[in-house]
């Protein structure tokens, strides 16, 4: 057992006064997989408007403790950073019981992890359809698990998984993906179901194509190999598929986020919130 997976003698207190919208001062936010991208934007969402954070994901750890300790001295705020691999139960489980046992308790479990995988059916690899189903599924299945039980002690709780619009419509050459993030709203509703009368929210977010600073490296490299402009990546191959031609901005994401941890989003549960351009409108 990992020591700060021990219960506390003290219980989580309930947290019933009402807040205004935006304010999580006293909250507690664990968010997978957000050492950059989607992940550290909500989790920088979540610190601006007072909560204390844990951070998780991959990266060079002198960035990563950069990141963390700018976060907390921007926002004032208490931010941890845990390494745990999310393709691993046993350290998915660990991360909660930290942000228990480091910040006194949990509020808010962000399901961001994720990785991906394009190849045919035919040919695609064993070992990453195991790795890909373990981190984009598996992982929501082990951190909202340990998760429950102290939101239950507490009276409150928000799960905000991160899925995909291919949550909700398939392309070719992801099956993985596909499945992993069809998996994860299936999930995301029957959790809902379980929790509804605990006063705990569990919702999913199902992004288009979300500029991030990887996918604006991937429009560069895709200008130089296809010998055509940025503009025409963007439009013609990487967002085919969404009617506006926009990327959707970590911004508006954090703006959904936010209303769904808020008192605002307390009657939003067992739902996908689309917020892809018209994407899965078509």
């Not at 909250?27 to 920088?44: K, P």
């Not at 001295?73 to 489980?93: F, I, K, L, P, T």
């Not at 619009?165 to 029957?190: E, I, Q, R």
């Amino acid at each position: 057992m990992f020591p700060w997976s021990r219960r506390s003698d003290a219980a989580p207190q309930a947290d019933s006064a009402p807040r205004a919208p935006g304010d999580l001062r006293g909250q507690v936010c664990v968010v997978s997989g957000s050492t950059s991208g989607i992940g550290l934007a909500l989790a920088r969402a979540a610190a601006s408007h007072g909560a204390d954070v844990v951070l998780n994901g991959l990266g060079d750890p002198a960035e990563i403790e950069r990141t963390r300790a700018e976060l907390e001295a921007s926002c004032g705020v208490r931010v941890r950073y845990h390494a745990a691999d999310m393709a691993r139960g046993d350290e998915v489980a660990d991360m909660v019981a930290f942000a228990r046992h480091q910040l006194g308790r949990l509020d808010i479990l962000v399901n961001n992890a994720g990785i991906q995988h394009v190849e045919a059916v035919e040919t695609f690899p064993s070992d990453k359809w195991e790795k890909i189903l373990a981190i984009n599924l598996s992982s929501v299945f082990y951190a909202t698990r340990a998760a429950i039980p102290i939101m239950k002690a507490q009276g409150r709780g928000r799960i905000i998984n991160v899925a995909s619009a291919h949550g909700l419509v398939a392309s070719p050459f992801k099956s993985a993906y596909v499945a992993a993030k069809h998996g994860v709203l299936g999930f995301t509703k029957t959790v809902a179901l379980e929790v509804a009368r605990d006063n705990i929210t569990c919702n999913a977010i199902c992004p288009g194509y979300v500029e991030t600073p990887l996918v604006k490296q991937q429009i560069a490299d895709q200008a130089r190999t296809r010998g055509i402009s940025k503009d025409k990546v963007v439009e013609d191959v990487m967002l085919a598929a969404q009617p506006t031609k926009k990327f959707v901005t970590t911004e508006e994401l954090a703006g959904l986020f936010l209303y769904l941890v808020s008192d605002l989003g307390a009657s939003a549960n067992g739902a996908s919130f689309s917020i892809d351009g018209g994407w899965t409108a078509q």
